[in-house]
């Protein structure tokens, strides 16, 4: 209600807060069509309309260069286009549709807040990162304390004894804890100085620690040393992360230790652990990049039997149970977004995509301006997104961390107009006034 863009304000932050839930639970089937009407693509078919009202109604927008990462996110989607369309005779008419479309709407999202977001919209989404940030945690706490299934949407993935890893009100521990980590951050920035600081950050960062991922540990530390480090006005002198990095290390040992004694076993996560190690990765990563030469173009999904057939080979199956409580194996998906987009999509999508991440990474590396506090979000929500391909495969468009990046990427790019045509009016009325005096 104190934004200036009431509409767009209501469907950005309706989408952040509630799509999770939403996404688990309330999706609309649309009769005759192989997909159902999902919270991303209603936001699509809002940005499009949004897009095309500011079109004909002549809204007022900034001009300005596109960012560099722009032509990439274009030439993306065609390959992933080109793709699908090579390989559509393997491919479910579901996944025909919905592959591309999750691209679209990456584009179509962030071509609507590039165009229309303002500094108070920007300032309403950071309050409601917060806000579902610091419910997720509360939510996460109970989860591992108190009822495991409390306010659960998707993955039920062990943790310890009978414990479950938590995921707050998202479908999976990796989409909570990546938005977790992106939270620190705006906390860090929002609260620097404040009292609520020292409460809202280490109950975040707890729980993080929650949903029990070895890479959210990892990005955790690098964002918040990173930004402790170079952003943060109240710097730790470095043997302190020296001693801290050692403490880490002590209570870990503790821990695994405790968890014996305890004889807390479980017997599926000891399992998993053995096959998700760091070798079996290797592996697939080496069966997977031999495959990419030799599909340059790709296979369009993991539902091509030549994938299945490589996967198969190399004992790469996993059991899956679908609702109706048939059984069969599956393919592994590739556990690296740069890969996975190599197998799918081709030589030519995986470096398109890399090309893509690392110039977005280098905008908005460029764009931190110690004026504007936020400009450093869109900085880690890149960092947390190219960190988390390296071990999960994000290069899926759907993803709720994809489609919020989408969001704060074009949010940078309006923003900065916004500064920059203030600089040069300011510049602008300043020379006028040299000018007015020279002439007096």
């Known amino acids: 209600m104190k934004t200036d863009r009431k509409v767009l304000s209501f469907m950005l932050i309706l989408w952040l807060l509630a799509q999770p839930v939403i996404n688990a639970k309330y999706i609309i089937p649309l009769p005759g069509l192989p997909f159902e009407l999902q919270p991303n693509r209603i936001l699509f078919l ?7 009202w500011g079109l004909i109604s002549q ?17 993306y989607f065609g390959l992933v286009l080109f793709a699908v369309l090579l390989n559509y005779a393997f491919m479910s008419p579901k996944n025909v549709i ?41 939510i996460a706490i109970v989860q591992i304390s108190l009822d495991s299934m409390f ?43 404040k009292a609520i600081r020292f409460l809202i950050t ?22 918040y040393v990173s930004y402790d480090v170079f952003f943060s006005k109240q710097e730790l002198p470095l043997p302190l992360y020296v ?57 369009g999904s993991y539902e091509h039997p030549d994938y299945v057939k490589l996967m198969s080979e190399h004992g790469m199956l996993v059991w899956y149970k679908d609702r109706f409580g048939n059984s069969y194996t599956l393919p592994l998906v590739v556990h690296n977004g740069y890969l996975a987009a190599g197998i799918r ?13 690392f110039s977005m990474y280098r905008y908005a590396k460029k764009q931190i301006n110690s004026m504007i506090p936020y400009s450093v979000v869109p900085f880690y929500a ?20 994809v489609v919020l990046l989408a969001i704060l990427s074009g949010a940078s790019v309006s923003i900065n107009r916004v500064v920059l045509a203030k600089q040069q009016s300011a510049m602008g009325a300043e020379g006028q006034e040299v000018v007015a005096r020279f002439k007096v």
């Not at 809002?46 to 095309?52: C, E, G, I, K």
Request: with cysteine; charged share 15%.
């Open 46 to 52: 809002f940005s499009l309309v949004y897009l095309l």
């Open 59 to 75: 809204a007022e927008e900034l001009t300005g260069t596109n960012p560099p990462f722009e032509k990439y996110i274009y030439i």
């Open 98 to 138: 919905s592959v591309p479309l999750e691209i679209a709407t990456f584009l179509a999202v962030y071509k609507l807040t590039k165009r229309h977001m303002t500094e108070k919209v920007v300032e309403a989404i950071i309050r409601a990162i917060v806000f579902l940030a610091v419910i997720g945690a509360i």
């Open 151 to 193: 306010l659960r949407t998707g993955d039920l993935r062990p943790a310890f004894g009978n414990k479950l890893r938590s995921t707050g009100i998202f479908q999976s521990e990796y989409d909570f804890g990546y938005f977790q980590i992106l939270a620190v951050i705006v906390a860090l920035i929002r609260y620097n100085g």
């Open 202 to 223: 280490p109950l975040l960062m707890f729980s993080v620690l929650l949903t029990f991922h070895r890479l959210d540990y990892i990005i955790l530390f690098v964002c």
């Open 243 to 299: 001693v801290a990095g050692v403490l880490g290390l002590i209570l870990l040992g503790l821990s695994i230790e405790l968890y014996q004694s305890m004889d807390l076993h479980s017997v599926m996560l000891e399992e998993r652990l053995k096959e998700d190690t760091v070798t079996g990765r290797v592996l697939q990563y080496q069966v997977v990049w031999d495959s990419i030469l030799a599909y340059p173009w790709g296979l």
């Open 345 to 357: 999509y081709g030589f030519f999508g995986m470096v398109t995509f890399t090309m893509l991440i």
């Open 382 to 401: 890149v960092l947390i997104y190219a960190m988390s391909n390296l071990s999960n495969d994000l290069s899926i468009f759907r993803a709720y961390f």
